[in-house]
């Protein structure tokens, strides 16, 4: 079956800080690849996303590139902010699946002064 | 893009006792789905709203504890039935805004935060 696996939080940085969250899939096909953001005591809302093999999404200063080879979709963020902290979830995407979302386990993250 | 509410934000709620969640979208889209979030946890699709015919449910999850309806193309209804302290979680709404250069994109709303008692 289809699955993502992120790294496991929470994550710690300082201000300034360099971001590495990974994130690795198993899929049966060719899926997209998506990165969604949920702040404190809102909804998700949708980061970045990558509809194919070395595509690269970024959005805010965040990126990440579809690699197929290694089957991993890692986000980075060169230099973080408090603002950032949030729950990072890594998902991907099968169309002709029911057009159905399969999310990782999501990623917290607090950036400190 | 999409613009999604949801009624209500939060509720507490009574052992045994029955909620609807509404979730009401700026534009007509083909795809609604009901999510839920236990605290802690990852995101798990409860089942498909489809517009004019019966949801299509996931494993783990029936009709009877959590009905849905679908009655037109901007408006959906989850129903968490006969509800349990286990049901306590955030219950959210998205939906696939397909449409040129946004395939397969899903958006979600702000979600229900229900505890039951």
């Known amino acids: 079956g289809n699955s993502v696996t992120q790294m496991e939080g929470p994550v710690t940085l300082s201000e300034e800080a360099f971001l590495t969250i990974n994130c690795t899939y198993t899929a049966t096909g060719y899926p997209s690849l998506f990165w969604y953001v949920q702040y404190p005591g809102e909804g998700l809302q949708l980061l970045l996303k990558a509809t194919k093999a070395d595509d690269k999404g970024s959005n805010k200063g965040f990126e990440a590139t579809y690699r197929k080879e290694t089957t991993s979709f890692h986000l980075e963020k060169g230099s973080v902010q408090v603002s950032d902290s949030a729950v990072y979830f890594c998902?991907?995407?099968?169309?002709?699946?029911?057009?159905?979302?399969?999310f990782g386990t999501g990623t917290q993250l607090k950036v400190e002064l | 893009s999409a613009v999604i509410s949801q009624k209500p934000s939060r509720d507490i709620c009574q052992r045994g006792t029955s909620l609807t969640i509404q979730c009401q979208v700026d534009s007509q889209v083909t795809m609604m789905f009901w999510y839920r979030q236990q605290p802690g946890q990852s995101l798990t699709l409860i089942a498909t709203a489809n517009q004019g015919s019966e949801a299509t449910y996931e494993s783990g999850f029936v009709i009877d504890k959590f009905p849905i309806s679908r009655p037109n193309l901007t408006f959906s209804t989850l129903t968490v039935s006969n509800m349990s302290p286990e049901d306590s979680s955030i219950y959210l709404c998205?939906?696939?805004?397909?449409?040129?250069?946004?395939?397969?994109?899903?958006?979600f709303g702000p979600g229900t935060r229900l505890t039951v008692l």
């Open positions: 998902a991907l995407l099968l169309t002709g699946g029911g057009n159905k979302l399969t």
């Open positions: 998205s939906v696939d805004a397909a449409s040129g250069s946004s395939y397969n994109e899903q958006f």
